[in-house]
């Protein structure tokens, strides 16, 4: 039974499920029949971040699941848990390899949700029909850029601070979450979704998420903080992708930049697409839902 009050709030759009796996106990969010659609989100946000794409697709003849990663309520870990990629990469395969009732699937992620798309991408590459990422370039990517443009590292600031023990959860507790919504703004400046953005501070203010969604970032870097059985996997995140990709971006997104640099971290059969999406920063998939939304349709459906 999922514990009531603790990061859900009432919908009409989807059902509100939970699976045991990989010593978590994860909820999704879940509308729809036909092949699976699981959609990933990112930092810091939650499932319900999915609203606009769970109602199109559903009704566009696909079942679609949203998970909340671990480290986001309601989903619930066990003590001493890893939130390194491989773990989550793992989690969304497991996901995946028990809800797709063999049809097939696609991977759609936005975010930390893009990193832990890329990852699963490289490491598994037979195992997903077409992907399409969000706001994120390719980690090779990123890391090539930031040894080499200043300015991205101001862009990327967060992830230099989140590498600090202690400070940033000072920062985001003592100011009950604002931090996190001033990163909102900060990326998507032009956009109001403060119901939305209220809702997954709220929810993140339970337990130890907030501890635990900067660990993600944490063992990006640090190799203290990941899974040393997970090793092997590990190393394999970052490899060649073959299967189909499109990623999208906010027009008013820095990071678009990266974007056609990053091709060769595909395969030609991949057949590597980008696109930008206008009047949008880095959450497109909630300030243009209808063109998102199409985007997706549109790839997944070739």
Known sequence: MIEQNIGLKPINYADIKELNLNGAKYCYLEAGNGPLVILVHGYPDNAYSWEHQIRFLSQNGYRVVAPFTRGYAPTQVSANSFFDRATLALDILTLADSLDDGQDTFLIGQDWGAAISYGLLGAFPERFKRAMIMAVPHPSEIKRTLRKHPKHCIRSFHWFLFQLPVIPELIIRSTKGWFLKFLWRLWSPDFKDREHVDQVVESMRWGQSFEHTLAYYRSAIQKKYRDPNLAKLFEKLDNPILTPTKVLCGECDMRKE??????????????????????????????????????????ISR
């Open 258 to 299: 990266m974007l056609p640099r990053a091709k060769e971290f595909f395969t030609n059969e991949a057949d590597y697409q980008w696109e930008l999406i206008p009047n949008s920063g880095h959450f497109l998939h909630r300030e243009e839902p209808e063109l998102v939304n199409q985007k997706i349709l549109d790839w």
